[in-house]
């Protein structure tokens, strides 16, 4: 993609769903735009457009794209930046390796991904692989703190329409198992910097030969930051998991494992092969050299090892003894039963954010190997926040499943500006080679932090600085302010790093007088209130971290909601500007199936529906464009309208889908212009569009749903094809000639 001019919105290109709607979208953004002088441009962030932008040298000019996450990443700074942000892929290598091999099938020489990088070619492509894979793109894009809370509309049809809840009962077998002991909650130190500390601090490694190996050298850092440093022991962790297979075959329920091996790209992949290497542990133990030299990478999952093993030598006697193993084995929670797909075939498949929310919302119930549902053993190994979905599932056994028709909400104030709290993801994770000590050192030579480990540990650091924090809190202090009610810090004084944010915000607190307004609480207690309050139907805002933001934005979402992918997110970025997220919710893969097999997208829109306005009236807010104001007014009424209508995408082939959702939205936003009276020019621009779309309702849905049913060919998952996405995203011809 050449270089552009800054456009007044820019819109993210994406992956999966979020991307095939925006080929449907954007074409009616843009014209509705363009009556207000409002200028729309895309910058591509997605994980083939990534790939592609890092290896330009073998590439045609015509393959060449520029490095757009960097050119975003140096607008958010700026105090004019204006970004719709649609969900992209967090990759894991399985996927950043799939999508390595579509675009090397389409003729793209870029090089294979290096799992054991030898040579310098090697390591310098594995470096730009991991530069691209994990939680690479939101650190990068999120220069302020998050504001997220389901907007007015959404939360009233909720209320209205309830979605379906699982039934809970007292007796539930369902529950968290965690460590508690020997990770990284338990091994956490962390210190606040002083002016003399500040700068470039070394991490090093001393073996017990007294070996010295560099781990990270200059990780720079200015007075007041926050520096964190933990291990998790891995004996401890293979103890924990045998522990738990067994514990749970005894209790006849399922095994699972949650993770986020996207956000945390270096540790939960580690910790996710280790949990395929105590469920296997029979086979590891009598065939290690022949998976060793088969080339078996076990924190790739369970998939991958059987597709190296079904080749190599002895493969046959292999796979038949992984399933005389898995036969004496508890039943394992399936990611796709149908298919076979079981929650440790891929590492990236149950994400702990979106996995547990929903099995919640299901009553706790997890869909089995035999196509059924079951109790269900949820084992988080971190106890970092593991209380957290413990004390939901306690609340859920004790008073019963969350009713959507009288729930009130818990809204959200998020920390996670300039990398905050960026622990697994930030490139100061390593899996440890020797016993031996890690040690952080200050540029002035003071010892932060010291770690007697093991081979195998994972050892992390992150850090959160000072201008961050303050603009958290005060952000904290603006949302409960407005909304005039419960506002919990979920900060706990037992844990290391949240002793040092509490030494920030109460200070901040009693000087803008407000201490009153909040309450600080561990995690559990937070969790065991907030639950108390939306029961009674009332609001809590929820001012948290940076992965609890991530993982409570799902959490309660998908109960009071149904999903958190039509939660309102606005970033309000440092140095002015705004960062207008989509919601939470991923991107949906399973969405991008059933449109290559049934030519139906479920996708619902009503986050980019939300986004889209908040950016329009934000743009008017900071350049006086009267008619951007009119636009987001509009486009709040046409949200409005397709909520009020139910015009929102059907799940099943032969329902209206995402492509008839935004045919109503540009309807009733056409319908809402001509209909306003504050600039009667753009009233009688609509005038016509309005009239038209609404005249051919018939014949356009008619055109929108004609090869419903049907395979749809977008020329490529990652990286489709243009003109084939626009082809099966735009398939109204009627309506493409009244939108343009």
Known sequence: MADQKTPD?????????PELASASFLPVIRTFAAAADVTIGTRDISLAGRIIAAFPENLTEAQRQSDDLAILGELVKTPTANVIKLPNISASVPQLVAAL?????????????????????????????????????????REGNSDRRAAIAVKKYAMAN????????????????????????????????STAQAGAARIEHVARDGTV???????????????DATFLSAKALDAFLVEQIDATKADGVLFSIHLKATMMKVSDPIIFGHAVKAYLKPVFDKYAAELDAAGVDANSGLGSLLEVVATAPKGQEILAEIDAVMATRPPM???????????LHVPSDVIIDASLPALIRAGGKGWGPDNKEHDTNCVIPDSSYAAVYAEAINDCKKNGALDPTTAGTVQNVGLMAQKAEEYGSHPTTFEIAADGVVRMIAANGD?????????????????????????????????????????????????????????????????????????????????????????????????????????LTDLFPILELGTSAKMLSIVKLMNGGGLFETGAGGSAPKHVQQL????????????????????????????????ARILGKAVD?????????????????????????HYYFALYWAQALAGQSDDPRMAAHFAPMAKALADNETAILAELTADAGKPADIGGYYHSDPAKTAAVMRPSPTMNKIIG
């Open 9 to 17: 919105i820019v819109y993210t290109k994406v992956d999966e769903a």
């Open 101 to 141: 091999k579509e675009l090397q099938s389409q003729g793209y020489d870029i090089p294979d991904y290096p799992e054991n990088p030898e040579t310098d070619a090697e390591k310098s492509a594995r470096a730009r692989f991991d530069a691209i894979k994990g939680s690479a793109v939101n650190p990068v894009l």
């Open 162 to 193: 309830p979605h379906s809840m699982g039934v809970w009962t007292a007796d539930s077998k369902t529950h968290v198992s965690t460590m508690g002991a020997n990770d990284f909650r338990a091994n956490e130190t962390s210190v606040t910097l």
């Open 213 to 227: 190996t560099v781990l990270k050298d200059a990780v720079s850092f200015p007075a007041g930051t926050v520096v």
């Open 333 to 343: 929670y399936m990611v796709n039963s149908d298919k076979g797909i079981t929650n």
């Open 447 to 551: 010892l932060l932090h010291e770690h007697t480990v093991e081979a195998g540990d994972i050892w992390r650091s992150a850090s959160t600085r000072k201008a961050p924090i303050e603009d958290w809190v005060q952000l904290a202090i603006d949302r409960q302010a407005a909304e005039g009610c419960e506002a919990i810090f979920w900060l706990d004084e037992g844990r290391a790093h949240d002793a040092e944010l509490i030494k920030y915000v109460k200070p901040l607190l009693e000087a803008k007088g407000v201490s009153d307004k909040f309450r600080i609480l561990a995690p559990a207690e937070a969790t065991k209130v907030s639950f108390a309050t939306i029961r009674a139907g009332k609001t809590s805002i929820a001012v948290t971290g940076n992965v609890l933001r991530d993982y």
């Open 596 to 627: 290559v097999e049934q030519n139906h997208l479920r996708w619902d829109s009503l986050g980019e529906f939300c986004a889209l306005g908040e950016s329009l009236k934000y743009l008017a807010e900071v350049s006086g464009n009267a008619k």
């Open 637 to 661: 009424v046409a949200t409005q309208g397709v909520l009020d209508h139910d015009k929102s995408p059907g799940r099943k082939v032969g329902q209206p889908d995402n492509r008839a959702s």
